[in-house]
């Protein structure tokens, strides 16, 4: 029994020092998201977003990432084109060794209705440009909107999942599981509160619990 329990007392305390696991990085954190979208009408069939983020962790150097950048979006039916670039400063949750990364992307997105629920499907590229290696990744996100109108001030509720696969790793990589509310502020401001859970293969924390606001601000 002694040497049993010796044998676990060791490897309680040297499990930290094993290759490849750091004490000082979480392996789960709670997460705080906040944006802010601003979309105006270019023409009939073409709007602009300028968006900022900033996200916080509860275990993390902080801001955990910042940033911003724009979007072109060109609507034709059911179809959406968006190109555009993001910049962003990423800390390490372990040194808090701040990266800045260009983010260029594309996406085409699909959306249809069905017994009054409306549906999208987002399919993204993008280049992590300032990450080793300049990874590219492909995101596929499935997003579903729900109007309601016995629920108050909430007009909307929506659930997404989007995943993403890593062609540094020539794998898939992460899993974002969304569900959250839409609040109208003014005619043409809306609030999206929600909760999301990440879980990611290659990144440190590797599991995040989220809560997010975005604020929405539509000009067309």
């Known amino acids: 029994m002694k040497k049993a329990a010796r044998a676990i007392l060791c490897a309680v ?25 601003i979309t105006v009408r ?41 190109a ?19 983010l260029p992307l594309g996406a085409v997105s699909y959306e249809w209705s069905f017994a009054g629920v409306s549906f999208s499907d987002r399919n993204r590229a993008e280049n992590l440009i300032g ?8 995101r596929n996100r499935v997003l579903i909107d729900y109007p309601v109108t016995s629920l108050g001030p ?10 993403f696969f890593d062609f540094g790793h020539d794998q898939w990589s992460r899993n974002r599981a969304q569900f959250g509310v839409v609040l109208p502020v003014q005619p043409n401001i809306q609030m999206q509160i929600y909760y999301m859970r990440q879980d990611d293969r290659f ?14 601000g539509a000009f067309l």
């Not at 902080?62 to 950048?69: D, F, I």
């Not at 990450?131 to 492909?138: F, H, K, L, Q, V």
Request: proline share 9%; with cysteine; glycine share 12%.
């Open 131 to 138: 990450i080793p290696g300049d990874p590219w990744r492909y």
């Open 13 to 37: 305390v040297l499990a930290p020092m094993a290759p490849g696991v750091s004490s000082a990085v979480p392996r789960s954190d709670t997460q705080f998201w906040t944006e802010a979208d």
């Open 42 to 82: 270019v023409t009939p069939s073409a709007s602009m977003t300028c968006l900022g983020v900033i996200r916080d962790g509860s275990g993390l150097p902080n801001p955990a990432l910042a940033g911003g950048g724009g979007t072109l979006d060109i609507n034709d039916g059911p179809w959406t084109f968006t």
């Open 84 to 102: 555009g670039n993001l910049w962003v400063v990423v800390r390490s949750p372990a040194s808090g060794h701040r990266t800045a990364v260009d």
């Open 154 to 163: 909430i007009k909307t509720l929506f659930a997404s999942d989007e995943v």
């Open 203 to 216: 990144s440190h924390p590797g599991a995040l619990n989220i809560l997010g606001v975005t604020l929405k």
